[in-house]
Structures are given as C-alpha cells and as structure tokens.
C-alpha cells in the first residue's frame, strides 16, 4: 500500500552564496572544490547547494547538521528572511522564491510562523502584548489580537502569566511565550529554528514533549532546525543532515541509523543510542519455519532439526500465533501419540512490531526462548530471537 501525502513544501534546487560573485563560486563548487577552499580562493561562502526536498503536510522535518552546515541559512531561505541565489521553494505550490513583497506579506502572514533561537521577546511587555505583537503587525484589530492571543497562551500551557513581564520569566517559559506568539497567527507551517537549544536539558526535554504532544493536535507542518541528534532522532518523522551546504542524507530515524548514507553520517550518528530508536520490526527475522497447529508433533520435530531450531511458533491457519513447541517437550510427547497444542506453551511473549529495543531485553533476559512480533489481530510478522538484538546493536562495528 502506498500512502499519498500532500507535499506541503518543495524545495528545489535551491542555492545560497554568500557574497557578490555567485557565478565564480558556482563554478568551483561544480568542480568538485571545497566550501573551505572556495572561501580561501573567492570570500564567497557556500551557505547552500542545490538543495532538494520535500515536506509532507503535518509532517515534522528536522533540518540536523554541525555548526555552520546551513541549517539557518536553509531555514531563513524557506521564508525569504534570506534572499536564495537561486532555486525554488514552493508552498503549496506557489514559488516563494520569485513572489514579489506583497505576495511574500501575504505568504508570511497566512502560511508560516517562525520561532527564533533564543526567544526574541520584547523583554518589558507583558505575556499577551508578546503574543499578540504578531498579530498587530499584520494589522488584525486589538480585540481580535487579545482573543487569539489568549488562546494561543492556553495551548502552551502559560493561562495565568498573560500580565507578566516576560523578562520575569525563566526560560522555559520564554520558549512558550515564543512558541504562543508563532501559534498565534494559525500558521500551517511552523519555523523552528534551535528553539530548544537555549534551555537546561529538563525543561528542554519537557518541551519537546510539549511539542510533540502539541504536534499530535494542531497538525501543523513543522520544520525544525536542530544540531542535537537525539532532538531531531525524537521530534522529526524525517530528518536532514546537512554538511557544508548540502544535504547528505535525508530519512527516518530508522534509516538513517540502519543505512547512513556516508562516512560522515555514520560518524554523526555512531554515539546514538540506538536501543531506544530501533524497534522490534526493524530487527524481528522472518518467521520461517512455522507450523499449523493442526499439523503433527513428527512434521514439527522434522521442521526444526531440518533448520536447526530448539523451539518453532505454532499458528493457526490464520497464522494467528496459538504458542511456541519446544523440542524437549515435543520429542517426548511424540512418542506417546500427543498433539501439538497439547504439549506447546502457550504462555508467550508477543509484542507489537513498534516496540523499541530498550523494552525488548528485559523480556528477552527473562525468558531465553523466542519472542513473536504480531500485529493487532495476533498475527505473525516476525520473529526476534536474542542473536537479533545483538547483531543490530553491532552493525556500527562491524562497518
Ligand atoms: N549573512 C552571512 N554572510 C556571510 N556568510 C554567512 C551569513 N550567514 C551565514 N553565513 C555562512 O553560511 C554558512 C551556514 O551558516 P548557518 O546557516 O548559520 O549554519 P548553521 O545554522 O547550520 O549553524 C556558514 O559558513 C556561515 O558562516
Ligand atoms: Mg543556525
């Protein structure tokens, strides 16, 4: 089954020099010279290189990268804060990159909000006069701005503090204040740029889940700048990482942490923590053999010591899981005329094919024999068995 999505943004081809002589540094770069070299020969920056992608509609995108690589530079293009060289940015189809000022005010003020690093609050007005501060320059009327601005205060979390200078307030609640003042225009499209970054490890990570937990309701269409990777591992459905200007991979947790697409990605990614992003279905095998519950205890033994297997998952002809049959327990019994269902355990572990690894081994640890990964119905998808676990934590290694 294939999922259509609507693309929300496409960025095509999209190139940011820095500096007057674009054509010469184009040139070079197209040559295979590096962005370092191109500075040292030219004083023209490379801040971004023909870079494609899209951005699916409620879909959060992180743009991931070392200091330097052209997050912001990527971020600030996507509203024209920075004018691109060249290429094209569609919203909604329409091109951002070639809309004149007026249609540009209209795009901004209809289409997308961003929210800054390091808050960018007016530090002597008060919660709802920052809120509503985005509002007023796009000229909505006092009363309509203190209504909108309320309830964006409320979905962050801040009912309470609208009169509070928000040079009173600590930086966590700044990040709201900045994120309600985003919210407050009903933007499709979200701007983050390392809007987290400023904040302690706790209160940054509690706004990540206040994002997340946000995200679930309002849908929006988010991207996201971050250069911490367990950020973007846990707010982006996908992720860019950047380097020098171009995009060096784009993905899901999973594929990128599974298939890095260089040495450079491989690199960035090698500290993560992989037993929390991959789960069972990335590392379940196939579950072959099984056996019908209505087959023999004699065609099971056969099954297994064929595939020099100690246990094999019994299934229904819906290949529902009914248990697992053990080869001490089933050689036995097969002397004695028993069935399969008489003799397997049925008391199993399955679990669903999202779980991630770190809850997989303390069952694992508990119980050596296999584990079923099921879907919904309690049907067979995979199997892991403790060999899986292993050789996924290894892969880094082994390359
Ligand atoms: N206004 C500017 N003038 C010249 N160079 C710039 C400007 N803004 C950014 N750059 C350069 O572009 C590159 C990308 O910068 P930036 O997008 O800020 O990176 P990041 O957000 O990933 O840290 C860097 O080499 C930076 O020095
Ligand atoms: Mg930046």
Same mark, same amino acid.
């Given at each position: 089954?294939?999922?259509?999505?609507?693309?929300?943004?496409?960025?095509?081809?999209?190139?940011?020099?820095?500096?007057?002589?674009?054509?010469?540094?184009?040139?070079?770069?197209?040559?295979?010279?590096?962005? =370092?070299?191109?500075?040292?020969?030219?004083? =023209?920056?490379?801040?971004?290189?023909?870079?494609?992608?899209?951005?699916?509609?409620?879909?959060?995108?992180?743009?991931?990268?070392?200091?330097?690589?052209?997050?912001?530079?990527? !971020?600030?293009?996507?509203?024209?804060?920075?004018?691109?060289?060249?290429?094209?940015?569609?919203?909604?189809?329409?091109?951002?990159?070639?809309?004149?000022?007026?249609?540009?005010?209209?795009?901004?003020?209809?289409?997308?909000?961003?929210?800054?690093?390091?808050?960018?609050?007016?530090?002597?007005?008060?919660?709802?006069?920052?809120?509503?501060?985005? !509002?007023?320059?796009?000229?909505?009327?006092?009363?309509?701005?203190?209504?909108?601005?309320?309830?964006?205060?409320?979905?962050?979390?801040?009912?309470?503090?609208?009169?509070?200078?928000?040079?009173?307030?600590?930086?966590?609640?700044?990040?709201?204040?900045?994120?309600?003042?985003? !919210?407050?225009?009903?933007?499709?499209?979200?701007?983050?740029?390392?809007?987290?970054?400023? !904040?302690?490890?706790?209160?940054?990570?509690?706004?990540?889940?206040?994002?997340?937990?946000?995200?679930?309701?309002?849908?929006?269409?988010?991207?996201?700048?971050?250069?911490?990777?367990?950020?973007?591992?846990?707010?982006?459905?996908?992720?860019?990482?950047?380097?020098?200007?171009?995009?060096?991979?784009?993905?899901?947790?999973?594929?990128?942490?599974?298939?890095?697409?260089?040495?450079?990605?491989?690199?960035?990614?090698?500290?993560?923590?992989?037993?929390?992003?991959?789960?069972?279905?990335?590392?379940?095998?196939?579950?072959?053999?099984?056996?019908?519950?209505?087959?023999?205890?004699?065609?099971?033994?056969?099954?297994?010591?064929?595939?020099?297997?100690?246990?094999?998952?019994?299934?229904?002809?819906?290949?529902?899981?009914?248990?697992?049959?053990?080869?001490?327990?089933?050689?036995?019994?097969?002397?004695?005329?028993?069935?399969?269902?008489?003799?397997?355990?049925?008391?199993?572990?399955?679990?669903?094919?999202?779980?991630?690894?770190?809850?997989?081994?303390?069952?694992?640890?508990?119980?050596?024999?296999?584990?079923?990964?099921?879907?919904?119905?309690?049907?067979?998808?995979?199997?892991?068995?403790?060999?899986?676990?292993?050789?996924?934590?290894?892969?880094?290694?082994?390359?």
């Amino acid at each position: 089954m294939t999922i259509h999505r609507k693309k929300k943004i496409e960025v095509r081809n999209l190139v940011k020099i820095f500096g007057k002589n674009t054509q010469k540094a184009v040139s070079l770069i197209e040559q295979g010279v590096s962005k =370092q070299e191109i500075f040292e020969r030219t004083k =023209q920056t490379v801040g971004l290189y023909k870079v494609n992608f899209d951005v699916y509609e409620g879909e959060t995108f992180v743009l991931m990268g070392l200091s330097g690589s052209g997050k912001s530079t990527l !971020l600030r293009c996507l509203n024209r804060l920075i004018d691109p060289s060249d290429g094209h940015i569609l919203v909604d189809g329409d091109d951002i990159a070639t809309m004149d000022d007026k249609e540009l005010r209209e795009a901004r003020r209809k289409k997308m909000s961003m929210v800054f690093q390091g808050f960018a609050l007016l530090p002597h007005r008060t919660v709802i006069d920052n809120v509503a501060f985005g !509002l007023e320059i796009q000229g909505i009327s006092k009363e309509e701005r203190y209504v909108k601005a309320e309830e964006a205060i409320a979905k962050v979390g801040l009912k309470g503090y609208e009169s509070s200078k928000t040079s009173q307030l600590s930086g966590g609640m700044q990040q709201r204040v900045g994120l309600a003042r985003a !919210l407050a225009t009903d933007p499709d499209v979200l701007l983050m740029d390392e809007a987290f970054s400023a !904040l302690d490890p706790l209160i940054r990570s509690e706004m990540q889940d206040e994002l997340i937990a946000l995200q679930d309701k309002l849908k929006k269409t988010i991207v996201f700048v971050s250069h911490d990777l367990d950020e973007a591992l846990k707010l982006g459905d996908r992720i860019a990482i950047m380097k020098d200007g171009v995009i060096a991979q784009i993905g899901t947790a999973e594929e990128i942490l599974t298939n890095p697409a260089d040495d450079y990605v491989s690199e960035f990614v090698a500290g993560v923590d992989r037993t929390k992003i991959l789960t069972a279905e990335n590392i379940m095998k196939r579950p072959d053999p099984v056996v019908s519950i209505n087959a023999g205890l004699t065609v099971a033994l056969q099954l297994m010591k064929k595939h020099g297997m100690s246990s094999i998952f019994v299934v229904d002809p819906d290949k529902v899981v009914k248990g697992i049959l053990c080869v001490d327990a089933a050689a036995p019994a097969s002397k004695e005329k028993k069935e399969i269902k008489d003799v397997m355990k049925t008391d199993i572990s399955i679990i669903a094919p999202d779980i991630p690894i770190k809850e997989i081994i303390p069952i694992m640890a508990e119980d050596a024999l296999p584990i079923a990964v099921v879907n919904e119905n309690k049907k067979l998808l995979g199997v892991i068995v403790r060999g899986s676990i292993l050789s996924a934590l290894a892969i880094k290694e082994e390359d």
